[in-house]
């Protein structure tokens, strides 16, 4: 990628139309073995007027072991006006923390930066933009949103009805390995392709100096950092460290005679979890197959669904909204009832996404306030 002005060469000097020099950041990950974006600002990133006083964001864990499927009701979730305060974490490991939240407003007098996780958000309901130092993305409905840790951002809203699905993961979030060719592009057989890909295109350059607040989180924490100079105060950029769009609609399902299993779904994966896109399909053609998924173990991991729209052909009664928790190695499947239901049927409008974890998820404090407590017991009723 590359927008507005740059250099001829990086690491040399590169003047304002006033003579002075512009201030040359580079944006590395992994130290300096991975990806990275070399960017141009009017003014040194690095002038901090004063931190506030820090506060802690980490998720209070209620349940530290579990292995009981669970659900909850995501809509249930509170609306709130400010954009960080709304997040409601739900479920935690050491790889990912995923979050709800309905945020009433975005930001508009201060910057939201990770420093320590890469951000998955799913935009379940809102549209906007995600203004970020390499320029504006517009979102809306069905978007995932992949913000780089280390970014810089601010969100804003075209209205107040909004509702998020976020992980957090401590990883780079990637494009699944088995799709990547060797030289880094999507294989032809992958679900969806770089075309399906959105990235910032309208890069503003805010010559601005004066208090900015940019909300930096990192171990937990918020520590309120105020630089002298606008963020977004950049002239031109290059690199591969950058915020994506993908909407769920663009992806496309990979269908087959009988059952698919689940990895075909997949969309993004990070250490120790993945995740996948559940879209409006043809189900399965062979003259007896089955549309609904089987009775799974799911041995080596947590499964975590969230449902967005439609019907979902294996549950008896799902709203939007709703999270489910299927442990490890606890068996799941179809509700009594749904496999002879979906006998027959040609296709589902369902629209979910799903989130693998390697390792088991504790479950929290406010996850607890909005749980449907005998869910566990549902294939039995
Ligand atoms: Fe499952």
Redesign the pocket.
């Given at each position: 990628m590359k927008l507005g002005e740059i250099p001829h060469k990086r690491h040399t000097q590169f003047r304002k139309p006033d003579g002075s020099l512009y201030s040359e950041e580079l944006i590395s990950t992994e130290g300096f073995s991975d990806v990275y974006s070399i960017v141009y600002h009017t003014y040194p990133p690095t002038r901090v007027l004063k931190i506030d006083k820090a506060y802690s964001v980490a998720p209070e864990i209620a349940i530290d072991k579990n292995i009981q499927h669970r659900s909850f009701l995501g809509f249930k979730v509170k609306p709130a006006n400010d954009y960080l305060e709304a997040r409601v974490p739900v479920l935690a490991n050491n790889d990912v923390i995923i979050s709800l939240a309905a945020p009433k407003e975005g930001m508009t007098n201060w910057f939201f930066k990770n420093s320590a996780a890469d951000e998955l958000i799913f935009v379940h309901k809102g549209n906007g933009v995600l203004k970020t130092v390499y320029g504006n993305l517009p979102f809306s409905k069905g978007d995932h949103l992949v913000i780089p840790r280390g970014t810089i951002y601010q969100v804003l809203f075209e209205n107040h009805d909004n509702r998020l699905f976020i992980v957090e993961s401590f990883s780079p979030i990637r494009y699944p390995k088995r799709y990547i060719n060797k030289m880094g592009q999507l294989l032809e057989h992958s679900p969806y392709c770089e075309r399906d890909i959105r990235t910032p295109s309208k890069l503003e350059t805010h010559d601005e100096e004066g208090d900015f607040l940019v909300k930096i989180k990192r171990d937990g924490m918020i520590f309120p950092f105020h630089y002298a100079s606008h963020p977004f105060d950049v002239i031109g950029w290059d690199g591969n460290h950058y915020p994506i769009a993908f909407s769920i609609y663009d992806f496309e399902p990979i269908t087959g005679r009988i059952h698919q299993p689940?990895p075909v779904h997949q969309t993004f994966e990070g250490n120790n979890f993945v995740t996948c896109a559940f879209v409006p399909r043809k189900y399965d053609y062979h003259p007896l197959s089955i549309p609904t998924?089987y009775n799974?173990s799911?041995v080596d991991s947590d499964?975590v669904?969230y449902y967005v729209d439609g019907d979902f052909m294996?549950r008896k009664s799902v709203e939007q909204g709703q999270i489910?928790l299927?442990p490890t190695g606890i068996p799941?499947?179809p509700h009594p009832g749904t496999v002879e239901r979906s006998l027959g049927k040609e296709g589902t409008d369902e629209v979910a996404v799903?989130v693998d974890t390697f390792h088991p998820l504790k479950i929290t404090k406010q996850a607890l306030e909005i749980e449907d407590p005998g869910y566990f017991r549902s294939w039995t009723e």
């Open positions: 689940p998924p799974h799911n499964e669904l294996s489910t299927h799941h499947g799903m």
